[in-house]
């Protein structure tokens, strides 16, 4: 498989991650977070399609839930969670500590973990693939939070409804 084919699936993986960072962007997180959120989900999307690739299809006979349906709920609820904000003049806190980035980049490489369970059928060299997937969404997060900072300045709370509205319609879709 050419590098070019592994750099597709790249960004397609990495659209959630974008999609996602880009509402959270809107939150006026601090700016640590930015760049947490960056290497903590490069580091899930380079281990989960490896892991993906180790444990391949029979870990599924023992989930009786889909992971996109626990993804859709995570994302409902911090979707809810974003619009009920709205109401507050505090600052939504969602990224509080470490549990909170870890949860929301194991949430947005699920697919890769679906994608490493097929890996070995596409490529022989899983480690490169793994690497082109961890810094192509490390660096699809931090612009896509960075979208997110400066459509809030410009926009304010209409940047983060809209970003609610997308995550709610985000966790619809996976769990459907």
């Known amino acids: 498989m050419s590098l070019g084919i592994l750099f597709l699936i790249a960004i397609g993986l990495s659209m959630d991650a974008f999609s996602l ?3 959270y962007g809107t ?3 601090e700016k640590k977070y930015h760049n947490l959120m960056s290497i903590f ?3 899930f999307h380079f281990f989960m399609p490896l892991l993906g690739y ?3 299809k029979f870990i599924f006979s023992f989930l009786p839930i889909p992971p996109e349906m626990i993804a859709g709920v995570i994302f409902i609820a911090l979707a809810i969670e974003m619009i009920l904000s709205l109401k507050k003049e505090e600052q939504l806190k969602i990224f509080e500590n470490i549990f909170s980035i870890c949860l929301f ?3 947005v490489s699920i697919d890769s ?3 490493g369970i097929g890996l070995g059928n596409l490529t022989e060299n899983i480690l ?3 690497s082109i997937f961890s810094i192509t969404s490390a660096l699809f997060t931090y612009l896509g939070v960075k979208l997110g900072d400066i459509l809030v300045k410009r ?3 209409i940047a983060t409804l809209l970003g609610g509205i997308i995550l709610f319609i985000l966790g619809i879709h996976y769990i459907f």
Do not use: H, R
């Open 21 to 23: 960072a880009l509402i």
């Open 27 to 29: 939150l006026n997180m």
């Open 41 to 43: 989900v490069g580091i």
């Open 54 to 56: 180790l444990v391949g």
């Open 105 to 107: 980049a194991f949430t």
């Open 113 to 115: 973990f679906s994608i």
């Open 128 to 130: 490169l693939a793994g």
């Open 155 to 157: 926009f304010g709370n």
